[in-house]
């Protein structure tokens, strides 16, 4: 005796469904990441080609340690903080530039607190760093930024930079010469007289 119902489906037809369902998955997630590219293009299309160009060189960075990780070259813990330092880099990259409206973009350093040692030999307190303070006559300090942990970021002054702060600072540790002093004059080495010196006439 047969009942009535709903049919029960075979193998085939649930096999075909699963196959529907996969494909309708994958051409969503596609469509999801053309949508992601397509809106990261137009939010860089509102900077200048000095910015774009560094933000595609963190996105061939982030490209990299993402075919690492798939090779299993590295392990997940290097690969999530890498991850979060580049995004860290970006993050400063997009305030700077907003800030200033200048298309520039320093030579950035991010390390997170346990990394300070990478920059200086004797790192300072991670607490104690002041906005745009200068350290080493190398980095200078830009402020902290959380990408799932937090960032030290610093920009590394140019050799321009670099020459021009030491120069400042061999002024200041230069003595000043008082009026009762008694100085050597310019030019002329210790020891020498400033007259003519005598002629000797052999006997």
């Known amino acids: 005796m047969k009942t009535e119902g709903n049919p029960v ?13 996969l494909i309708w998955m994958a051409s969503s997630g596609a469509a999801y990441g053309q949508r992601l590219v397509s809106s990261r293009a137009d939010d860089e299309s509102a900077f200048g080609p000095v910015m774009r160009a560094y933000l595609g060189y963190l996105r061939n960075e ?5 075919d690492r990780i798939s090779r299993r070259e ?3 813990g290097y690969y999530h903080r890498n991850s979060n330092r ?13 800030t200033t409206g200048n298309d520039y973009v320093p030579e950035l350093e991010a390390v997170a607190p346990d990394e300070l040692k990478t920059l200086f030999e004797n790192p300072p307190r991670a607490g104690s760093f002041k906005p745009d303070q200068v350290l080493n006559n190398k980095f200078r300090f830009l402020g902290v930024i959380q990408a799932n942990e937090p960032f ?8 321009y930079e670099q020459a021009e702060l ?3 600072e061999r002024s200041s540790s230069r003595p000043v010469t008082g009026e009762g002093d008694i100085s050597t004059p310019n030019g002329q080495p210790v020891g020498q007289t400033a007259g003519r010196p005598k002629r000797t006439i052999p006997h």
């Not at 489906?9 to 529907?20: A, M």
């Not at 580049?86 to 907003?98: G, T, Y």
Request: positive net charge; proline residues 4%; hydrophobic residues 50%.
């Open 152 to 159: 030290y970021v610093f920009a590394r002054l140019d050799p």
């Open 74 to 76: 590295i392990t997940a």
């Open 86 to 98: 580049i995004r860290a880099l970006r993050l400063m990259a997009v305030r700077l530039v907003r």
């Open 62 to 66: 982030q490209e990299v340690v993402d």
């Open 166 to 168: 030491m120069q400042k």
């Open 9 to 21: 489906p075979n193998r085939s037809h649930r096999t075909l469904i699963v196959v529907v369902g």
